[in-house]
């Protein structure tokens, strides 16, 4: 990386900034995640290469600067581990029974570690709002979870998604644009709530549904095709007929 950032090295490698950077950073962990997803090790290990070649190239332009190191960085988040793993790393160590008194644990020493650099604790402090909807919402209610400030039960969630759900009833029935804008924005939220009440990511069942609607969409293209018809052309209830005889066969 420093030989591509050197005087005879590339131009484009050259021109990049930390704000010209984030859309790769972003692409290249979402690759990630695709690689996870179909579950393939070759592809995973090639995208979790260029992950960390993005985390060089952001740390190269920091070390030019002034600014740090890649080996700070790495130094950093070590020395940050071990602070939050008091009961593998310190002398003596208490054991910790679940995983769940571990989150309360590393949360509590988190609030402490701002206090320390005088920054005032906040209970969502370190959450980056640039993350996806669902997840930022997910991410929320861990942390406030960790508070005991949360439902108690997934059953308590269901009755708060259907308030929500007949809330947006109501804005749509309205009419009101904003007012239904942010009715469903509330309802994504309860439904990202529940899905972390029985264990399961928002933001991973969201991108499985879309996968699914996706294969079964390509599907009902290749039918119509083979009938010589575009998909434009067929009608809704021609559509609905072939989608479902394709949903029975899932």
């Not at 793993?85 to 208490?94: L, Y």
């Not at 909807?133 to 009755?159: C, E, H, N």
């Not at 899905?195 to 996706?214: I, M, T, W, Y």
Request: hydrophobic share 40%; proline share 5%.
């Amino acid at each position: 990386m420093r030989i591509l950032r050197s005087p005879g090295g590339c131009p484009w490698d050259r021109e990049q900034t930390l704000l010209s950077l984030r859309p790769f950073v972003i692409e290249e962990a979402y690759e990630v995640l695709e690689a996870i997803d179909r579950n393939d090790h070759d592809g995973l290990r090639d995208e979790l290469g260029d992950l960390v070649f993005e985390t060089v190239f952001l740390a190269q332009l920091c070390a030019e600067a002034g600014r740090f190191t890649i080996a700070d960085a790495l130094d950093s988040v070590g020395d940050k581990l071990i602070r939050r793993h008091p009961h593998v790393f310190q002398p003596d160590p208490e054991p910790v029974a679940t995983s769940t008194v571990v989150k309360e644990r590393w949360e509590a020493i988190k609030a402490r570690e701002q206090e320390i650099t005088g920054k005032p604790a906040r209970l969502l402090g370190g959450i980056p709002t640039s993350l996806p909807g669902l997840l930022y919402a997910d991410r929320i209610g861990r942390r406030t979870a960790t508070v005991g400030f949360d439902w108690q039960r997934p059953g308590d969630v269901m009755k708060k998604v259907e308030e929500e759900l007949a809330e947006v009833k109501a804005a749509v029935d309205g009419g009101r644009q904003e007012k239904i804008v942010e009715e469903i924005g509330d309802l994504l939220f309860a439904v990202a709530n529940l899905a972390r009440h029985v264990r399961v990511e928002p933001e991973d069942a969201l991108r499985n549904a879309n996968r699914k609607f996706s294969e079964r969409l390509f599907l009902l293209e290749d039918r119509f095709r083979a009938k010589g018809v575009a998909l434009r052309d067929a009608s809704p209830e021609e559509m609905e007929r072939e989608w479902e005889q394709i949903k029975s066969g899932d």
